[in-house]
């Protein structure tokens, strides 16, 4: 498609969106309210159609085509979760204090979430793991961030050293790390939840006659050293266990439990590296981990966004002056890629007033959310927020170079209509519920 024609679109777009936007905030406040949980349900049922019906591009089936007009209803369905959840949260007498409260909310997210693996885009899956952040802030337990956290500490870890062999392959490095983390995790838990620094020293001490005791005796005997990192987690979980029986404290057996479901985990990440993840999704974890060099396959659009960004210099070459995205060497240059353009065409001052832009929008969109005194209004307005920061944390992580290619656009700066309609409904229902709390205080 010519450049020109491009931006005729991204123009008409623009003005639809403005259009849009008017038409939001001439809408009745509370009909976001009332009619939240039917707006889910048609959104639902979009991404149902869409799996059957829709064509196949670049291997995903996520695009609803309707003459001249491409359509993605994955972008209609954060906003539709985002109402549903507001909804949902700010029901009579609902508090998000324990396990039982997240379960209705993780069913709303997951819906949406395996409807659009089953698209095959799992850029737009993710997107809806940042409804995490809203759960937070509305009394979630920090624990399961922490866990997630966790999880994907060990999962790199497995999968970038798993292949790295330890004395003459005895076991492997990966392996070794992971178990390592866990019973230092152990540690750190003992020591600032259960305060108790002897247990933690008795722990420690443990460890270390284990691993020492496992490098003398292979001396004389091939011992696989995964096996014995294994057994020195388990035989740390009994140990916790004896000290919750002793002591009566409870908290010991959520570190247990933690324990053994990492070492199940570290298990089973080679299946779900293998057999879940796509073959293209498989290459990019491993050139963002270094394990391949494909610069010309599954790492070329990385590399040279990083080459387009590093040739801007402090000053950039001038608008429309870049020579690798002119030359069209970087692909996806106007969509997922489009800020190594910022990159090359004005340099490192360029890149940070976009950057600063953004943080000052994420923080006028916190302020908001603090503002207001309806439950609805402030749990969608944390929704907005998380959105708006995944896509902004993600998209230029993976232009860096430190984040794994997804393909979710850059808000507001990427080229199509779907994602440009979709944030500004996001913003703009937001706008319009802000309105409410101006017009109740009068």
């Not at 089936?61 to 369905?77: C, D, K, M, N, T």
């Not at 330890?166 to 838990?189: E, K, P, S």
Request: charged share 15%.
């Amino acid at each position: 498609m010519p450049v020109n024609q491009r931006a005729g679109k991204q123009f008409i777009w623009i003005l639809t969106a403005f259009g849009i936007g008017g038409m939001l905030l001439l809408v009745d406040s509370k009909m976001y309210n009332i009619f939240a949980y039917f707006i889910y349900t048609a959104a639902m049922l979009l991404l149902l159609v869409t799996i059957f019906v829709a064509t196949d591009i670049k291997g995903s089936r996520s695009w609803l085509v309707l003459g001249p007009i491409s359509f993605q209803p994955a972008e209609l369905a954060k906003v539709a979760t985002a109402l549903a959840l507001s909804k949902f949260m700010s029901s009579y007498n609902y508090k998000l204090k324990n396990w039982r409260d997240l379960i209705p909310l993780g069913m709303f997210v997951f819906l949406p979430f395996a409807l659009i693996i089953l698209q095959k885009e799992t850029g737009s899956a993710l997107v809806f793991v940042a409804f995490l952040l809203m759960f937070y802030r509305e009394g979630m337990n920090g624990i399961v961030l922490l866990i997630g956290t966790f999880a994907i500490v060990l999962f790199v870890i497995i999968i970038r050293f798993s292949i790295v062999p330890i004395q003459g392959d005895r076991g492997t490095l990966g392996m070794l790390l992971a178990m390592f983390i866990i019973v230092a995790a152990q540690v750190i838990y003992a020591i600032f939840v259960a305060r108790n620094r002897k247990e933690a020293f008795l722990a420690i001490t443990g460890t270390v006659i284990i691993a020492a005791a496992s490098y003398i005796v292979n001396i004389w005997f091939r011992i696989n050293y995964n096996y014995i990192a294994i057994f020195t987690v388990l035989a740390s979980c009994v140990y916790w266990i004896v000290i919750e029986m002793i002591n009566r404290y409870k908290k010991y057996w959520l570190i247990v439990a933690l324990s053994i479901g990492s070492v199940l985990f570290c298990f089973s990440s080679d299946y779900l590296f293998e057999k879940v993840l796509q073959p293209h999704q498989q290459i990019r974890i491993k050139v963002l981990l270094n394990m391949e060099d494909d610069l010309t396959g599954a790492g070329y659009n990385v590399n040279q966004s990083k080459i387009a960004i590093g040739s801007g210099g402090f000053w950039g070459k001038g608008f429309l002056n870049g020579t690798q995205t002119k030359l069209k060497y970087v692909p996806e240059q106007d969509t997922d890629f489009i800020f190594c353009t910022v990159g090359e065409e004005h340099g490192f001052w360029g890149s940070t007033l976009v950057l600063a832009i953004y943080w000052l929008f994420l923080m006028r969109l916190l302020r908001i959310a603090e503002r207001q005194r309806e439950v609805f209004n402030r749990v969608y307005a944390y929704c907005v927020a998380s959105i708006f920061f995944f896509h902004l944390t993600i998209n230029i992580g993976m232009v860096l170079g430190i984040m794994p290619v997804i393909g979710i656009p850059l808000p507001f700066f990427s080229y199509g209509g779907s994602s440009l309609w979709g944030f500004t409904v996001l913003l703009f229902i937001l706008l319009r519920l802000d309105a409410s709390r101006l017009e109740r205080l009068r």
